[in-house]
C-alpha cells in the first residue's frame, strides 16, 4: 500500500535554532518528492521536488535530501524564525495522474521566541 | 500570492443544503485540482480536471461533484450537506495534467461550516 509518514507529528523548537524533519515513504513507482509549507488556515506553498535523482535541494534556508534507497526523505530548517511556525507536508508522487500523489499527515512546527 | 482565487473564503450553511465552490486557475495552467482538509488530517485528494475534462478522481463522496468551464475556471458542488463536511476545501492549479514536474500551486481556500 503506497504510504507517506512524517515523524514527528509535532515539534517545538526556541528560534535560531536549526530542526530536521522526517519522512519516509512505500511509494511505488517513485516520480518525484515534494515539501510544503502550510500556514493555518491558508494553501500549501511549494518548497522543494525533487526527483529519483536529486539527493538535496536548498531553497533559502530550507534543505531537503533523499535517499530513494532508503525510501527517506528529510526537509531541515536552518536558523529558525518565528515566520516558520507551519505545518510541513510530505508528498511523493508516482507519476501518471493527480491520482497518484500521496500526501504526509504534516509535522506541526512551533517556533518560540 | 499563488495566482489561483477562490470564493468565497467563508461559507456557513445548516445540513442538508447544497454549496457550490468557486476557483480560478492562474493564468496559463489547465489542470485544476480539488482538496478536502478536515481538522488536523492531512490534504485528501478529491478530484481533478484537465482542460474541461475530468482526468483522476479520489476520495469524493457521490454527494459532491465538480465541473471545469471552458474559461478553466472550477466548481466544486457540495449537496445533502452533513456535519462531517465542515472542512477547509482547497483548490491547486498546474500547467500540466499529469505526473512528473508538475508542480501544483494551491490557492487560500473556503472554509465551510456546516451547522
Known amino acids: 500500500k503506497n504510504q507517506v509518514e512524517q515523524s514527528p507529528q509535532s515539534l517545538i523548537i526556541l528560534e535560531g535554532k536549526n530542526c530536521t524533519l522526517q519522512c519516509n515513504y512505500t511509494v511505488s513507482p517513485f516520480s518525484n518528492l515534494r515539501w510544503y509549507k502550510q500556514d493555518t488556515g491558508r494553501g500549501p506553498v511549494s518548497l522543494t521536488i525533487?526527483?529519483?535523482?536529486?539527493n538535496t535541494k536548498s531553497n533559502g534556508r530550507y534543505t531537503a535530501t533523499l535517499d530513494a534507497d532508503t525510501k527517506q526523505s528529510s526537509l531541515h530548517i536552518t536558523a529558525s524564525q518565528l515566520s516558520d511556525s507551519a505545518s510541513y507536508i510530505c508528498v511523493v508522487s508516482a507519476g501518471g495522474s493527480q491520482g497518484n500523489l500521496i500526501f504526509g499527515k504534516g509535522t506541526k512546527l512551533s517556533v518560540k521566541p | 500570492d499563488s495566482g489561483v482565487t477562490q470564493t468565497p473564503k467563508h461559507l456557513i450553511t445548516a445540513t442538508g443544503q447544497r454549496v457550490t465552490l468557486r476557483c480560478s486557475p492562474r493564468s496559463g495552467d489547465l489542470s485544476v485540482y480539488w482538496y478536502q482538509q478536515s481538522l488536523d488530517q492531512g490534504l485528501q485528494f478529491l478530484i481533478q480536471?484537465?482542460?474541461?475534462?475530468?482526468?483522476a478522481k479520489g476520495n469524493i463522496l457521490e454527494r459532491f461533484s465538480a465541473q471545469q468551464f471552458p474559461d478553466l475556471h472550477s466548481e466544486l458542488n457540495l449537496s445533502s450537506l452533513e456535519l462531517g463536511d465542515s472542512a477547509l476545501y482547497f483548490c491547486a492549479s498546474s500547467v500540466y495534467g499529469t505526473g512528473g514536474y508538475n508542480e501544483q500551486f494551491f490557492g487560500p481556500g473556503t472554509r465551510l461550516t456546516v451547522l
Open positions: 525533487m526527483t529519483f535523482s536529486e
Open positions: 480536471y484537465y482542460n474541461g475534462e475530468e482526468r
